[in-house]
């Protein structure tokens, strides 16, 4: 186990519904990284959100955001699903952005969209 | 962005034998990970390696910056290192850990 934790687990959505995805990052890392992994591919960089800041965004629109609490715990929502936002959401911490901090992947939670 | 390519894209093993995985990337980086996922979708790291060669165990890494390549070694396959190995790169510049993932390794170790 890499002491952070996700929930939920699984998640089952119907297109246009919003979704709150969380995370609970290591104990003492500031800095929570997001990820999503469709299947069969790797995982591609949403955002990181670095105390309580957001530090940098991938490729995705703006109905994909989140926040970051003083716990630096963080959480990830996305309005109006689609059919493909189907797919394995991985939360990573880490006690900084420096590039050899090492980043905890939690178990991830599976997102279905129908 | 940054393109990143993993081959073999799949690797049947026996139970004992070893392994290379390599990684090419298309810019210069600083930071390059390596990380295996289980089936169960845990992502683990396994090395943080921007250059030069580690070893941990059955496993060890090496990567050439200059050519823009990584490889993964795994020696004496067991039937736990079964699961999809990714390498990860961050960009040299403005990077902050900001991972670009390649397509990945499936590795199936059988007895």
């Known amino acids: 186990e890499t002491g952070v934790t996700q929930s939920p687990t699984h998640l089952i959505k119907t297109r246009g519904q919003q979704v709150t995805l969380r995370c609970s990052s290591q104990?003492?890392?500031?800095?929570v990284s997001w990820y999503q992994q469709a299947l069969g591919q790797g995982p591609q960089f949403i955002f990181q959100?670095?105390?309580?800041?957001?530090?940098g965004r991938g490729n995705f629109p703006p109905r994909f955001s989140g926040l970051q609490f003083p716990n630096y715990s963080s959480e990830l929502n996305v309005n109006a699903l689609e059919l493909d936002d189907s797919a394995l959401y991985l939360c990573?911490?880490?006690?900084?952005?420096?590039?050899?901090?090492?980043?905890?992947f939690g178990p991830g939670t599976r997102l279905l969209v129908l | 962005g940054i393109q990143v390519e993993q081959s073999p894209p799949d690797l049947i093993l026996q139970e004992g034998a070893n392994s290379t995985l390599r990684c090419n990337f298309s810019?210069?980086?600083?930071?390059l990970q390596w990380f295996h996922q289980n089936p169960w979708g845990q992502l683990i790291n396994l090395f943080y390696i921007p250059s030069g060669t580690k070893q941990n165990g059955r496993l060890s890494a090496t990567t050439v910056a200059t050519e823009r390549y990584s490889l993964l070694y795994i020696s004496s396959s067991q039937t736990t290192d079964s699961g999809v190995y990714f390498c990860?790169?961050?960009?040299?510049?403005?990077?902050?850990?900001?991972?670009?993932f390649g397509t990945g390794t499936q590795l199936k170790v059988e007895l």
């Open positions: 959100y670095y105390r309580e800041e957001e530090n």
């Open positions: 104990s003492g890392h500031n800095t």
């Open positions: 990573a911490s880490s006690s900084g952005t420096g590039p050899q901090e090492t980043q905890y």
């Open positions: 810019d210069s980086v600083n930071n």
């Open positions: 990860a790169v961050d960009i040299l510049t403005g990077g902050g850990n900001k991972l670009t």
